[in-house]
């Protein structure tokens, strides 16, 4: 909506250990939300968990690299070599940030943003991005804000109930945009049309606000427990 209010709309994206901004997208209305190619002497890769270039669509952790690039954190020896690695690709002696941001290129060389590393578990054998499936819940009209949790099951409390729904599940805690909370099948179709099955969550819990930190972020630690229900149904 902002894009067609406004005669040009510009995306552009980059840390602080950058200075600032490393890539930049012209916001097109129908066109997938990226957040483009890299700037001018900035240099940008997609990598795996052991550091090699993953192929076009798959997520892998952005890396930066090229003229901006900062020294490191002052006084801050051990972080700054956890964060500031080797750049193998570029001139000699050169180094990269990693940005724990996680990102797919797409086929014409846009990066699109997919999530944080920090958030990205495992389910059943699948590696699964918490934030990509927030952000496919954020774009369905009847959400307004949405929070996806992986609720590890108690070996000491089994019932059947459980073992239907799984020992690990996603829970998805939700906001509606009105005053009636998302049909639960609905936003579950919604998912499936762009995500695995393995992605869609299992319990779906209304709220009518996310609890948050004193700096306004969202506090997980004080979502209410989701119960153990089925995975058709909707907690209330």
């Known amino acids: 909506e902002l894009a067609r209010s406004v005669g040009r709309l510009i995306n552009v994206y980059g840390p ?4 600032v901004w490393s890539t930049l997208a012209e916001l097109i ?31 892998g952790e952005l890396h930066l690299g090229g003229a ?15 964060r500031f690695v080797p750049d193998p690709w570029g001139p000699p002696g050169s180094r990269m940030y990693r940005t724990g941001d996680l990102v797919r290129r797409l086929p014409d060389g846009r990066l699109e943003f997919a999530g944080r590393v920090d958030t990205q578990i495992k389910l059943r054998g699948h590696r ?24 590890r099951a108690d070996d000491a409390v089994r019932t059947e109930e459980a073992e239907e729904a799984g020992q690990d599940r996603l829970v998805a805690y939700v906001v509606g945009a009105g005053q009636q909370a998302p049909a639960a099948d609905g936003l579950r179709a919604h998912l499936a049309r762009t995500l695995p099955a393995a992605m869609v969550p299992a319990t779906w819990v209304p709220l009518s606000a996310l609890p948050l930190t004193p700096n306004g972020k969202v506090d997980r630690a004080r979502l209410p427990q989701a119960p153990r229900t089925r995975p058709e149904a909707v907690a209330k």
Do not use: W
């Open 29 to 59: 209305p129908g066109d997938p939300v990226t957040i483009g190619r890299p700037l001018a002497a900035t240099r940008a890769y997609v990598l795996d968990a052991h550091g090699g270039p993953v192929p076009d669509g798959v997520p």
């Open 16 to 19: 602080t250990e950058t200075t």
């Open 128 to 151: 699964i991005e918490l934030g990509e499936i927030e952000a496919r819940l954020a774009e369905h009209p009847s959400v307004s804000q949405a929070v996806v949790v992986l609720d």
């Open 68 to 82: 901006g690039l900062a020294h490191g954190y002052r006084g801050r020896p051990g972080l700054t070599a956890q």
